[in-house]
Structure formats: structure tokens, C-alpha cells
């Protein structure tokens, strides 16, 4: 959790959220239930990185998952006043319920329908700020304040049939495309958060080294692994799907995948 928050400090979110995900899976799988607590310490961290980086309706996913996970294993259960992280993911939800239905309005019945799901944690702690929200976000030119201070990619860039992901690493324009759909979601993001990592430790030996490019653009497909360099610093990359568990094959996946960096 520690690596994840070192990487969020850094603008990485898909760095910091593969981390806090790492987190979240080796706790549960040591069965420590004295280690319970970290499950939505982590999940707070994955709602923080989808919220930052515009995947707003993963963020409103992961934070179901945190409700979940805080009810069963945080001793301080729903209470806000000493709980920052819970605090911080309150409001950044409280900030998607006011602002999705701005940008998008066809989203508004959807949002609408948390309310019921959500129940008393809505109305003793989302619809309170929700009001304080409403109260500095009238009109889409103070949305758009809010979110250039706030976000670092585009809002609800994971609505629609492509998915979008952007951020600034070496002074470089990262764009990275892919289908928006659950298989894709788990390969283009795996892809992003490896690439993050890889830029940081560049950055940390020689923040010159890519110092030509002004903007990448990345377009990542399903297949066998390749990469093909398209001219002007565009490129495809292939993945394949990946499930298995055992050992050897999570590192010979993770060795091919970093070969696509290179």
C-alpha cells in the first residue's frame, strides 16, 4: 500500500491502483484475518486512482466493493470524522454524482438509481455533500475548473465504446486506446500501469533518455504478443488474455509484457 501511495504522489494512478490491487489480492489470500483491515484501505486507494483518472463508472464499481469490505473488516465501520481515506472517497463519489449527470445527461437516471443502492450511507454522507458540491458546480464552466485542478484525464472517459487513457510522463503525451469492454479494461490498464512503472525508473536513472517525442499514441489490442511501430511515434501492441495461476506463467506473461516496452 505504501508503493501505491508513492505512486499516486507521482500522478501514476495505474501504477498506484496494479499495487493497491497487489495488495488487496495478497492480503486476502494470506487468510490473516489481523490483516483484514488493509482489504478497503486498498480498495479506498483503487476508488482514488479510477476517480483521478476520469474512470468514474469503475470508481462507483470499486466503491461498492468498498462498502463491502469496510462493513465486514474495518473496525471503525462507516464512521467519517477519523477516517481519511474514507473521507477523501466520499467526496470524490459525492463529486461523480453531481458532475456525471452535467456531462452526461443520458447518465442521469443511472445516477438516480445509487441512491436506493447506497441507502443510508446516501443520505447521512454522499447527499450532504453532494448539496455542498451543487453549491461551487452550477454550470459546466465551473465543472470544468473543478475537474482541470482535480482530475488528470478526461471524466468518464470509460463510457462508451472506446476507452481513452492519457497522462504526462518525461514531458511526453501518453495516449493509450482500447476496446471498452471487461476483457480489454484488464489488458489496457495491466499495460498502462506497467508502462508507468517503467517510466518512473527511467525517469529516476535518466529523465533525458526519451527526450524526442512530444506525444506517443498506443492503440492495445487482444492477441499474441507483438508490437508494430506504425511511423510518428504511433504504435499497436497486442496482449493476450491472461487467467492462469501458476508461477512460472505469471512470470513468462510479465517478461513478454515488459518486452513490449522496451
Not at 32 to 47: F, H, M, N, T
Not at 171 to 196: A, K
Not at 223 to 230: A, C, D, P, T
Request: proline share 2%.
Amino acid at each position: 500500500l505504501n508503493i501505491a501511495q508513492v505512486y499516486n504522489s507521482l500522478g501514476m494512478s495505474y501504477a498506484s491502483k496494479y499495487y493497491a490491487l497487489a495488495a488487496f489480492w495478497s492480503t486476502w489470500q494470506f487468510s490473516d484475518s489481523s490483516l483484514y483491515k488493509r482489504l478497503p484501505q486498498a480498495l479506498g486507494l483503487i476508488v482514488f486512482s479510477d476517480f483521478s483518472h476520469g474512470a468514474w463508472m469503475n470508481a462507483i464499481e470499486d466503491f461498492d466493493l468498498y462498502l463491502a469490505t469496510k462493513r465486514e473488516f474495518d473496525e471503525k465501520g462507516f464512521e467519517i470524522y477519523d477516517d481519511e481515506i474514507y473521507q477523501k472517497t466520499i467526496g470524490n463519489i459525492a463529486s461523480i454524482v453531481q458532475a456525471a449527470p452535467l456531462i452526461h445527461p443520458e447518465l442521469s437516471e443511472f445516477i438516480h438509481s445509487l441512491k436506493a443502492r447506497w441507502s443510508i450511507i446516501w443520505d447521512q454522507q454522499i447527499q450532504p455533500l453532494v448539496q455542498h458540491v451543487n453549491e461551487r458546480i452550477k454550470d459546466m464552466d465551473s465543472l470544468k475548473a473543478v475537474i482541470a485542478r482535480n482530475l488528470r484525464d478526461n471524466p468518464l472517459n470509460d463510457v462508451g465504446l472506446k476507452r481513452n487513457i492519457r497522462f504526462n510522463a518525461l514531458n511526453i503525451d501518453w495516449r493509450i486506446q482500447f476496446d471498452n469492454n471487461e476483457t480489454m479494461t484488464s489488458i489496457g490498464e495491466e499495460f498502462v500501469s506497467f508502462l508507468q512503472i517503467a517510466l518512473c525508473e527511467i525517469a529516476r536513472i535518466n529523465n533525458q533518455l526519451l527526450n524526442g517525442a512530444k506525444r506517443v499514441s498506443i492503440s492495445v489490442q487482444e492477441g499474441h504478443f507483438q508490437k508494430e511501430h506504425l511511423g510518428n511515434d504511433n504504435w499497436v501492441i497486442t496482449i493476450p488474455k491472461f487467467e492462469s495461476k501458476d508461477e512460472m506463467k505469471i512470470k513468462m506473461h510479465y517478461a513478454y509484457l515488459g518486452s513490449l516496452i522496451k
